[in-house]
């Protein structure tokens, strides 16, 4: 362990001058996200480097900077680090989307490269800050220590709607009756997202993203009875001719338990 982190320590004491040379004024604000930021890494895990600027230099990858940053990255691909490139992220854009998820509009962009779209404040709040020359990153974490109450409304209101709709709707009990598999899956992963949603916003706690759902969700104080097991059960439902109608009916008796603590 300590010799991974020190390695660490040294890829990112490496590469951050190099990505925060691709400003156009060579000082961009660093940091280190994905699930290094969140300390939640193992060895499957590979960088990722967020960089923050007003601007970028014109003609970017043309330019000594970029081949200097990407010479770096392949220095260190070589020996069998994962490095996920640079996010390079604008600081007006940035306070933009910010500001509104802060006031309780939550619109998770969507990438190729994430499954569940891409959530700002679990990107801010917990990636680690490397080089903020400004103090803007710093300033959105502090923003972000306590969890806004729009959002968490929002964001209880848009899940917890999408959650009574399924359980209530003809639709899906007829798919399970005729077998459906790939609506089957779709539905499954749909309603165990929003799941999630609910859990993470009712105890405050940012949504963590595609990875570690199950673990960290494990951890927090306000959860249904026997959470993880059960949601063990139905993302793994089996394969005999019952499977399908007891996954749905594990989901909907998860529907009901949340909505009663949230109530409570």
Same mark, same amino acid.
Do not use: C
């Given at each position: ?36 930021? #969140?300390? &939640?890494?193992? *060895? ?11 601007? +970028? /230099?014109?003609? =970017? ?79 959105? #974490?502090? &923003?972000?220590? *306590? ?11 848009? +899940? /917890?709607?999408? =959650? ?81 109608? &007891? ?18």
């Amino acid at each position: 362990m300590a010799e991974e982190a020190a390695s660490a320590a040294e890829l990112i004491a490496a590469m951050a001058p190099l990505v925060a040379d691709l400003a156009e004024d060579g000082a961009g604000a660093v940091a280190l996200a994905g699930s290094r930021g #969140k300390g &939640r890494s193992d *060895r499957q895990s590979d960088y990722d480097f967020r960089v923050y600027a007003h601007a +970028y /230099r014109p003609e =970017l990858k043309a330019t000594r900077q970029w081949q200097r940053f990407e010479a770096g990255m392949a220095e260190w691909q070589a020996r069998g680090v994962r490095m996920d490139g640079v996010w390079m992220r604008s600081y007006a854009g940035v306070e933009s989307d910010l500001g509104a998820w802060l006031g309780g509009i939550a619109i998770p962009k969507s990438f190729e490269w994430t499954i569940w779209g891409y959530h700002l404040p679990t990107d801010l709040s917990t990636q680690q800050i490397v080089n903020d020359p400004e103090g803007r990153l710093a300033g959105w #974490k502090s &923003r972000l220590v *306590r969890y806004p109450e729009p959002l968490r409304d929002a964001v209880l209101r848009q +899940y /917890r709607e999408i =959650l009574n709709y399924w359980a209530a709707d003809y639709h899906y009990e007829s798919k399970v009756d005729r077998r459906d598999l790939v609506f089957l899956v779709g539905i499954t992963g749909k309603l165990s997202n929003a799941i999630l949603q609910v859990v993470f916003a009712l105890n405050r706690v940012y949504y963590p993203g595609d990875g570690w759902n199950l673990p960290m969700a494990a951890e927090l104080p306000l959860l249904p009875p026997d959470f993880t097991s059960r949601m063990t059960a139905i993302l793994e439902p089996g394969r005999d001719p019952d499977a399908f109608h &007891r996954q749905r009916t594990e989901l909907i008796a998860m529907i009901a338990d949340l909505e009663v603590l949230i109530a409570a």
